[in-house]
């Protein structure tokens, strides 16, 4: 019923004719098999999305030798389905906690489904590790992209780089870092070009903040993308006292340092390029839409075709075009920075800011120093009931009442929370 109702909205505007002129024409032809075809993906399971995703990729390299069509049409399927089906492509457990022997991890959800990810990854380029937590915005689509391909992508550019000529070691991993974060965002840029110019509007506010540590050889890398934030924690010999590092800073636009940086590279907007609530000076987005300076995706902020060329309504999913537009006003290259591992570095702590905007670095050190028997799932468990406590005692309500608020009504009184330790 939705994709007929779809297909007649852009059919009378005009956007899947006008998008697919430029494809090729087997694209057009074959309108009547992507409808029947996404249809029946709305209703399956993800096993059976996937069957059938790769069924047709494999059927349509057998048709041309190129797989432009295929691509074309994957990408069409797999942007629209991810936009309006919310079990398709992960698992979206609510209040999940998982430990390892060496991490462990939680997560508590504000929006249904929750638009936070993690992932922890051993790399096999290197004799190293990957950790990483995203906050998606505008949708969860774009976080699950980069949880399941970022670590992925750093790991094959290291393999590939390895007979290239760095000045050094930190060159060689920085670099393929960089690369890793270019791969991800141009390959979901791809995709949601296609849904965009077929009408699906709101994949162009769609975004990620990302936060990522690569562990090696004695060091810890990190690469940054908006505002989740770490920390290295540190404990005395008799483990009674714990101190903790920042490895990151918030990259806002409440940063002096990033508003700074945009006035300075959009002087021309500098009036509005960032905007700050009058009655909360510290309640500020750039261009007056989005808090996060640097993020994946958020097309509508960083390519002019995704500023509602046609000037459509908010109704149909698009955002208020700009009438200057001069992007890219955000932008996906990360902030990243380098620390040797100490004696007595203990944990590495990652979390997106559902938790630090309830918590103090003091109260996670409180957190880890009570900890007597070393039990990474007993952090994070702590850590999360003492985040949701002070979030209750922000509103002037009890903890149990707190929690008792349907998923997807919290965002009044908390975001999406993730918490990740690891043993250094």
């Known amino acids: 019923m939705f994709f007929k109702s779809f297909s007649k909205y852009v059919s009378q505007r005009g956007l899947f004719s006008q998008s697919l002129k430029k494809t090729n024409n087997s694209v057009l032809n074959s309108s009547t098999k992507i409808t029947t075809t996404f249809s029946s993906l709305i209703s399956n399971s993800s096993k059976k999305y996937h069957q059938t995703l790769q069924k047709l990729s494999f059927q349509e390299d057998q048709k041309s030798n190129d797989n432009s069509y295929s691509r074309i049409l994957l990408s069409i399927m797999g942007a629209l ?10 698992d ?45 915005h505008g949708g969860w ?18 393999e590939a780089n390895k007979n290239k000529s760095f000045s050094s070691t930190d060159e060689y991993i920085i670099t393929s870092i960089q690369e890793g974060f270019d791969q991800v965002e141009n390959k979901f840029l791809e995709a949601a070009r296609v849904a965009y ?25 990190v690469a940054n993308l908006g505002d989740c934030q770490g920390v290295i924690c540190k404990s005395d010999n008799d483990d009674r006292k714990v101190s903790l590092r920042k490895i990151n800073k918030k990259l806002n636009a409440n940063s002096k340092k990033e508003q700074e940086r945009l006035r300075n590279i ?31 995706g958020d097309f509508d902020m960083k390519h002019e075709d995704f500023n509602n060329p046609n000037n459509l309504s908010r109704e149909y999913g698009f955002y208020k075009r700009f009438d200057i537009f001069k992007g890219n006003y955000v932008t996906h290259k990360p902030e990243i920075s380098m620390f040797d591992i100490e004696k007595n570095d203990k944990y590495l702590i990652l979390s997106t800011d559902g938790m630090w905007d309830e918590l103090s670095r003091d109260d996670v050190g409180v957190i880890i120093e009570k900890n007597k028997d070393h039990s990474k799932k007993k952090i994070t468990e ?43």
């Open 81 to 90: 389905a991810g936009g309006l089906s919310i079990m398709v492509l992960c």
């Open 92 to 136: 979206t457990t609510m209040d999940s906690n998982h430990n390892h022997s060496n991490f462990s991890h939680i997560q508590y959800p504000s929006n249904n489904p929750i638009e936070d990810r993690w992932l922890v990854h051993q790399l096999k380029a290197l004799s190293g590790s990957i950790t990483a937590v995203f906050d998606g």
């Open 141 to 158: 689509q774009m976080a699950e992209f980069a949880r399941q391909h970022l670590a992925k992508e750093i790991d094959v550019r290291l």
């Open 197 to 221: 110019n077929i009408g699906y509007g709101k994949v162009g506010g769609v975004g990620s903040c990302a936060l990522l540590t690569l562990t090696y050889n004695g060091k810890i890398y």
């Open 266 to 296: 959009f002087k021309e907007e500098e009036k509005d390029i960032v905007i700050c609530k009058k009655d909360d000076p510290k309640s500020c987005y750039v261009k007056g839409r989005l808090q996060p300076t640097r993020a994946f």
């Open 382 to 424: 702590d850590l999360l009931n003492l985040a949701l406590k002070k979030a209750a005692e922000k509103k002037n309500i009890k903890e149990e009442e707190l929690r008792a608020i349907k998923v997807g009504s919290r965002r009044d009184h908390h975001d999406d929370m993730t918490i990740v330790i690891v043993d250094l």
